[in-house]
């Protein structure tokens, strides 16, 4: 069935974001260093680098997953074009995360996540250590998911007409049909000046991506109204205990109908309920919303992802198809709890736009993150062991002085780790807690362990973190190591590509 909505361009003209003027985010004037023009327009949320705390006033350490990859898709692609990186569209927790690593396989469903600890020495601070929580979801074969009914809105406006845009769209999105199976149902929305239903509620890949395939951009972006009525299709065709997502495809440059960022906020708020979940899939530059397309994609319980490339879209849409579309556990929460007898100062690398106060751990009602089949979640603070030396300077008076703490010393911290299933509305505990003697044979990072701690200092330096101090580009190199893999060795060049000094050997663009 076709329909068509027509969207006055007059209509809600003060909800119209206007991309002119430079506001915080705004990357308008932002230039790279070789003079060339970068990032005009695009839209970041960008966050300070989270602070130091001092484990006798503020023990605990609470935030919500978070599963997005697309900092990282998006930071290799300014990369490999040879554009300095602006630091808010750096969110280290998506650079970790965007890899995987060697946790094990859960034992029981009911319990969907394992959860791994370990402690290593800090490579750029002596003083301090590494402390990382790895969760790793149980995983779901292809042929085991349950059906889905998956909403395609793709924008299809003027802005989408470039290459790493609409083309790349019906690309990615042809791939992701490719993997569906026959009792999975799609629906296909486009929208520009107007919103139209090109596909509804088909089982047949040759039609869905005949669909795609027939796609043209042109017009402006009613993206508001298209959201509208992709719930309303989502509903039409719910599959009750199956899937039921939109996946939007677009810039994220909407300027047509309801097009602020709250208020789409709150449309996918007031959504959510009805489990409708909601992934943001991102393309091209110079004028991508990415604070936008993070924000609603973690209010409707899905994922963001960048799509830089076709191999990009294979991954995300194909080989991690089961995590992309099936949640195992939503409202995930992790929360750290340090023993102030065997720490004394701590910080969470990432995880800045997500952090919770300790309160909203055990209250049921607070949204956090949702974690798909097979997804990892990896963690990594920096911890100051008593009697090491503190970052901040001595107190001079006595009563701003920590008193000595009392308690015992076996535990260096509890970590606990709350989830509802997904049918569920209360949350389950897990905790586990990690002996002091972890800090007596920490060593240095090898293996595994020193990918991750890499890739969270790669996305460190490139937010400007201080607590780094004269670690370079090229120590994160050789940190990472000799990697096999296509993704971990493309990681280790765009180390080297993001060393200004090695760039004219670069020649300043382009994947290899």
């Known amino acids: ?65 978070d599963v997005d990859t697309g900092a990282y898709a998006n930071v290799r692609r300014m990369l490999l074009a040879g554009q300095t990186v602006p630091a808010d569209a750096v969110r280290t927790e998506e650079m970790i995360n965007y890899f995987r690593y060697d946790y094990p396989l859960p034992d029981d469903r009911a319990a969907p996540f394992s959860v791994t600890t370990d402690v290593s020495t800090t490579p750029w601070n002596p003083g301090t250590r590494l402390l990382r929580v790895g969760l790793r979801g149980y995983d779901v074969a292809r042929s085991q998911r349950p059906p889905a009914n998956l909403v395609f809105m793709v924008d299809v406006s003027g802005s989408m007409q470039d290459q790493d845009k609409l083309p790349l769209v019906k690309q990615a999105l042809a791939t992701l049909a490719d993997g569906l199976r026959p009792d999975d149902s799609v629906s296909i929305i486009t929208y520009a000046g107007w919103v139209e239903t090109l596909v509804e509620g088909s089982h047949d890949s040759a039609e869905i991506k005949a669909a795609l395939d027939g796609l043209d951009a042109g017009g402006a972006t009613a993206g508001g109204p298209a959201l509208a009525m992709a719930y309303d299709l989502a509903r039409a065709h719910r599959v009750p205990g199956g899937i039921n997502r939109i996946l939007m495809a677009t810039d994220g440059d909407f300027n047509v109908g309801l097009s602020d960022q709250k208020g789409l906020e709150e449309m996918v708020t007031r959504n959510r309920e009805d489990g409708i979940t909601l992934t943001t899939l991102g393309f091209g530059q110079g004028n991508y919303n990415d604070a936008m397309m993070e924000a609603v994609a973690d209010l409707g319980n899905g994922n963001h992802a960048y799509i830089d490339s076709a191999m990009e879209a294979r991954k995300v849409l194909d080989e991690e198809l089961s995590s992309t579309l099936f949640t195992i556990a939503k409202d995930v929460k992790v929360q750290v709890e340090f023993n102030p007898a065997a720490i004394s100062q ?132 050789r940190l990472a190591g000799s990697q096999s893999g296509y993704w971990r060795q493309e990681f280790i060049q765009l180390a080297s590509l993001a060393d200004t000094g090695r760039r004219s050997a670069w020649g300043g663009s382009a994947r290899e």
């Open 1 to 65: 069935m076709r329909s068509r909505l027509a969207i006055t361009l007059t209509l809600f003209p003060s909800l119209i974001l206007a991309g002119c003027s430079q506001a915080p985010g705004d990357y308008s004037a932002y230039e790279s260093t070789n003079g060339a023009v970068a990032q005009t327009g695009e839209r970041y949320d960008g966050h300070p680098v989270s602070p130091i705390h001092q484990v006798a006033s503020e023990p605990v350490s609470t935030f919500a997953v």
């Open 346 to 477: 701590y910080r969470l690398i990432g995880y800045e736009n997500r952090a919770l106060a300790e309160a909203d751990f055990a209250d049921d009602r607070v949204d956090a993150g949702e974690i798909g089949a097979g997804h990892q979640v990896t963690a990594l603070y920096e911890i100051v062991p008593v009697g090491e030396a503190d970052w901040a300077a001595p107190r001079k008076y006595a009563a701003n002085q920590p008193r000595a703490a009392t308690d015992n010393a076996s535990e260096i911290a509890t970590v606990r780790l709350r989830y509802k299933l997904p049918e569920g509305e209360n949350s389950r505990l897990i905790e586990r807690s990690i002996p002091t003697s972890l800090l007596a044979t920490a060593a240095r990072p090898q293996g595994d362990m020193a990918f991750a701690v890499a890739v969270a200092a790669f996305g460190q330096k490139l937010r400007g973190d201080t607590r780094l101090g004269g670690f370079t580009y090229g120590d994160i190199e």
